[in-house]
Each structure stands twice: as structure tokens, then as C-alpha cells.
């Protein structure tokens, strides 16, 4: 059982990717790197394709990043914007998405709305080579989908300016740096005010610093509770900054839509099979 003080090691070195059902052997998941040029705009390409038993539904949930998912089926293109708590598809049947992880500030260059206006939501896309990109997706020829993708996205990267690449390194810095606990850590670590760093992350993302930092958290906290099921919740909360269990206990159930014990359970009944 890993102790206290290695949970964060434990999650640093297999960082967590917000999937809460990644052992659902009907749900296979790859993903791609874009081309260099669209790094300021894109993270990487994601593509799922499942095969569900008729009469069976199954419900991927995901704690997603705080960023924007353009997303492609095979009846809408849309864009994504952050889910202030876990996200959840019901897949039925067998079928494919195809979408992009994009990077903070590809939320103000794409949408039509305000970034806040799209947390828990999302719009469409017009005006894309959705069309073309289902037929070649439905015969198998994922990669020129995703080269019609990127070459969509390519006047779109050029739009970023200097403050949309700040805010990509705040979020990248709160993702990623387990020693940022609060929001003036973070402020800290970036050599910026607090209320700068808000601004921009409200204008640009729609979301707040705190939200980044509990994010990170609580993805690390089912990833442990997933991998490590024998570890104490006192020790993970302890781990990842929290005030105590109870605390922990109580953000993780407001977030995740059930409580850390009840996660850990059903994580291992799927694992083992039950």
C-alpha cells in the first residue's frame, strides 16, 4: 500500500488522463499527436470507437481538462466547452467519435459565445469538412479525417496571440505541479497577481484558478483510489492538500456524483471482472 508520501509520485508518474472507466473493454480509445504548428491551439487528436451488446448501454464518465473538445460523430460537430463536474455519454451499438483535445486558449479563437458562457455546454461547429471527415471515418481511413481536422484548425492557430499562450502555461503549470495547493501558489509560481491570473483565465477559459488546482486533484485522487485501492482516503487527502477526509470526502462527491468510497468499489468490481 503506498504510503502518504508517495501518492504523489505514484499519480506524477503515470499522470492521469481523467478517464473514471478506463478498464470498459467496449470503449477503445486512441490518441494521436497534432502537427507541431498547431501546439499553441490543439493538445493532441482523440479517437473513441466502441461496440456495445444490443440492448445494453454503457456510461463513460470523464473528468475532463480546462479546455475545449471539438468533437465529430456521425450526426454533429461541436465544440465542448469544460464540465464543471464529470461528464457522461451513454454509448449504444457500435460507433466512433473523433475529436480534439484542445489547449485553453482555443476556446476564445473558436467559439461564438463567451468562454464562461460555454462551461457545462456546448455549440456547433459550421462551416467544417465534418461531412467528408464521417465518410472517411466510416471506412476506416481515420487518418486522413484527422489531416482534414488539422488543416481546418490551421488558420485558427495563427490567431493565437501572447495573453492565449499565457493562459495555456497557467493551466499547464496548475495541471502539472503538485506543489501548487492554492490559488497564490500558483500566482507565485507564475510571477503573477492573483487577480491578473483570474482575469485572464475568466476571459479566455470561463473557469477560475481554484478550479484548475481542484481539477488536477481531484483527477489524482481517482486515479489513486483506482490504481491503489488499499490506500487510506485519510492519506489521500492528506496527499493532495486537502483540509481532511471529510473535506476531500465532500468535493470529490459534489464533482465526481459519487463518493470516493463508492468510486473505489465499483473500480474494483470492474477490474476484477464482477
Known amino acids: 500500500m503506498p504510503d502518504v508520501l508517495n501518492i504523489s509520485a505514484t499519480v506524477a508518474s503515470r499522470r492521469p ?41 454503457r456510461r463513460h464518465r470523464v473528468l475532463p481538462y ?21 461528464f457522461t455519454r451513454e454509448l449504444r451499438g457500435r460507433s466512433w467519435v473523433l475529436g480534439v483535445l484542445l489547449q ?17 455546454g456546448h455549440e456547433p461547429l459550421p462551416g ?7 465518410a ?8 486522413v479525417a484527422c489531416s482534414l481536422v488539422e488543416e481546418w484548425l490551421r488558420p485558427h492557430a495563427e490567431r493565437i496571440d501572447a495573453t492565449g499562450r499565457l493562459v495555456n502555461e497557467i493551466c499547464q503549470v496548475a495541471e502539472s505541479d503538485d506543489s501548487v495547493l492554492t490559488v497564490d501558489d500558483l500566482a507565485a509560481r507564475l510571477g503573477m497577481a492573483v487577480r491578473t491570473l483570474n482575469r485572464a483565465l475568466s476571459e479566455r477559459v470561463g473557469v477560475t484558478a481554484k478550479w484548475l488546482i481542484d481539477r488536477r486533484r481531484l483527477r489524482q485522487a481517482a486515479h489513486v483510489l483506482r490504481e491503489h485501492p488499499d490506500t487510506s482516503l485519510a492519506d489521500v487527502a492528506a496527499a493532495l492538500g486537502f483540509a481532511d477526509q471529510a473535506h476531500f470526502t465532500r468535493r470529490y462527491s459534489a464533482i465526481i456524483g459519487e463518493s470516493p468510497g463508492t468510486y473505489r468499489r465499483r473500480a474494483g468490481r470492474r477490474r476484477s471482472g464482477g
Do not use: F, K
Not at 507541431?36 to 473513441?48: E, F, T, Y
Not at 465529430?72 to 465544440?79: F, G, I, K
Open 104 to 120: 485553453p486558449a482555443a476556446t476564445a479563437v473558436l467559439a461564438s459565445t463567451r468562454p464562461r458562457a460555454l462551461v457545462d
Open 128 to 134: 467544417g469538412p465534418w461531412t467528408v471527415v464521417r
Open 66 to 86: 480546462p479546455g475545449c473538445n471539438l468533437v465529430v460523430t456521425s450526426d454533429e460537430a461541436a465544440l465542448y466547452g469544460p464540465a464543471s463536474r464529470v
Open 17 to 57: 488522463r481523467g478517464h473514471l472507466d478506463p478498464d470498459d473493454e467496449a470503449l477503445r480509445i486512441e490518441r494521436l499527436p497534432v502537427s507541431p504548428d498547431l501546439s499553441d491551439l490543439a493538445r493532441h487528436v482523440w479517437i473513441g470507437r466502441w461496440d456495445v451488446p444490443d440492448g445494453q448501454v
Open 136 to 143: 472517411h471515418m466510416a471506412g476506416d481511413a481515420a487518418s
